[in-house]
């Protein structure tokens, strides 16, 4: 079992619904991050928090909205999503980011989210 | 830019036939390269991290090298619960453990 933990794991949702996407680790680490992967793709970053500072956005349409409340929860806030939105929605922990540092990632499960 | 490219994209073995599986890389000054492992409609799950030419590490039947130029990943004498998708991923320096993967190779161990 992994040590990231994402719920739901499954969200189907129509293009004018709000939905949340919520992740939460208890190792301790300081940097959280969102992935998305479409089916047999790479996962591509979306966010970078360290430190609960949003410190990398890879310029992520604003219809996701961010939020890591303290050091061991990060949320995903939807709305207004398209079909091409589906993807397995993945979040990850590390030690710590930063230009000194190469802490491996530590992956949850994902979120598997269809837009309809 | 940063690149990664894995190959084989697919490989089929049976049960205790080795093999390897290639990750090529390109980085402006390689800060850790990172072999996961994915099920299917599961996240990844780390392997390991490879830092310098000429480091090895090994867990099980899985054995990780890495050069100045490529990581390998042996697999010796596989079992069917080996088959997954076998990402890899480059770190460079500055960039806030941003990792750029490979599109993995998905491998299959059969009976």
């Known amino acids: 079992d992994t040590e990231v933990t994402q719920t739901p794991k499954h969200l189907v949702m129509g293009m004018t619904n709000k939905k949340s996407l919520k992740c939460e680790q208890h190792?301790?680490?300081?940097?959280m991050y969102w992935y998305k992967q479409k089916a047999k793709k790479p996962p591509e970053l979306m966010f970078v928090?360290?430190?609960?500072?949003?410190?990398i956005n890879e310029s992520v349409p604003s219809r996701f909205s961010p939020e890591c409340p303290n050091s061991s929860l990060l949320n995903l806030h939807l709305h207004a999503l398209q079909p091409e939105d589906s993807a397995l929605y993945l979040c990850?922990?590390?030690?710590?980011?930063?230009?000194?540092?190469?802490?491996?990632?530590?992956f949850g499960n994902g979120t598997r989210l269809t837009v309809t | 830019e940063d690149q990664v490219t894995q190959s084989p994209e697919a490989l089929r073995l049976q049960e205790g036939e080795s093999s390897s599986l290639n990750c090529s890389y390109t980085?402006?000054?390689?800060?850790?390269l990172f072999w996961y492992r994915q099920d299917p409609g599961k996240g990844p799950e780390f392997l390991f991290t490879l830092y310098s030419a000429g480091e090895e590490k090994e867990k099980e039947r899985l054995k990780a090298t890495l050069t100045k130029k490529e990581s390998f990943l042996h697999i010796t004498a596989p079992k069917p619960e080996d088959s997954a998708t076998y990402l890899c991923a480059v770190q460079a320096p500055g960039t806030a453990s941003k990792l750029t993967f490979g599109t993995g190779t998905r491998l299959q161990v059969t009976l």
């Open positions: 990850a922990s590390s030690q710590r980011t930063g230009h000194a540092t190469n802490s491996p990632l530590h």
């Open positions: 980085v402006s000054g390689l800060r850790g």
């Open positions: 190792m301790g680490h300081r940097a």
């Open positions: 928090y360290s430190y609960e500072k949003l410190s």
